[in-house]
């Protein structure tokens, strides 16, 4: 069954504050994860990766942050935009040739 | 240089009708994965397939779904005897030669849209 899930449905934030999209795993075995972001129709976008032996990665206006003790991984929007309304996907690889996506989480960018 | 590369974007069938959807990878990648999408959750892994080889179909129902990857052309999802379940989005998604899922190195198409009336 699935073990990745995330703990907010749906996020609205506004224009400017900083977005944070949390999710949980439950498999400890876990040591590659990916954010995704998906707009309306179209596919899944890669933003950001992180191994299990890194707890933080930061990108472009993105921080990915993994706490393995309690199985946890948030992504972080820094000045949220409209352009990043979409809904995001945690996925998890365990050094298998498939990822495991979370339910995934919609971000709503109000003005 | 192109994307993943996946067709029809929109496939209409009737119950007990087949449906074949298409991927092409992105240039020089020949590895391709299949997932599933209900609406409003999360993409289900399906196949992974390499040139001419089936290496991991263990999200593939057992009945009425079949994937290739023929040496040349484009990957092939089918789908025989449709059901009103199988209406979903299915999304293709490819990664290079020589990587693996581990390197984050995995590109999506737009997905192929399946209503069963």
């Known amino acids: 069954g699935e073990s990745v899930g995330l703990h907010l449905p749906t996020l609205s934030v506004q224009e400017g504050d900083n977005s944070i999209i949390n999710c949980a795993y439950s498999?400890?075995?876990?040591?590659?994860f990916i954010w995704y972001k998906q707009e309306s129709g179209k596919g899944p976008q890669f933003i950001i990766d992180?191994?299990?032996?890194?707890d933080k990665r930061q990108g472009q206006r993105v921080t990915v942050l993994l706490n393995k003790t309690v199985k946890h991984l948030s992504l972080q929007i820094a000045a949220t935009q409209p352009g990043d309304s979409a809904v995001y996907f945690c996925?998890?690889?365990?050094?298998?040739?498939?990822?495991?996506f979370g339910t995934g989480t919609r971000l709503q960018v109000f003005p | 240089n192109a994307g993943v590369m996946q067709n029809p974007r929109h496939l209409v069938r009737r119950r007990g009708q087949e449906a074949r959807l298409r991927c092409s990878p992105m240039?020089?990648?020949?590895?391709v994965y299949w997932y599933r999408q209900l609406p409003e959750e999360g993409l289900k892994f399906m196949v992974y397939l390499q040139k001419e080889n089936i290496i991991d179909e263990s999200g593939m129902p057992k009945e009425r779904f079949s994937a290739e990857f023929p040496k040349e052309g484009p990957s092939i999802l089918r789908i025989q005897q449709v059901v009103r379940g199988d209406s979903a989005a299915y999304f293709c998604?490819?990664?290079?030669?020589?990587?693996?899922?581990?390197?984050?190195?995995?590109?999506f198409g737009e997905g192929s849209r399946l209503t069963v009336l």
């Open positions: 996925a998890e690889n365990m050094n298998t040739d498939k990822l495991i």
């Open positions: 240039k020089g990648h020949s590895h």
């Open positions: 498999n400890s075995a876990s040591d590659y």
């Open positions: 992180i191994r299990s032996n890194m």
């Open positions: 998604a490819s990664s290079p030669t020589s990587g693996t899922v581990n390197t984050g190195e995995l590109f």
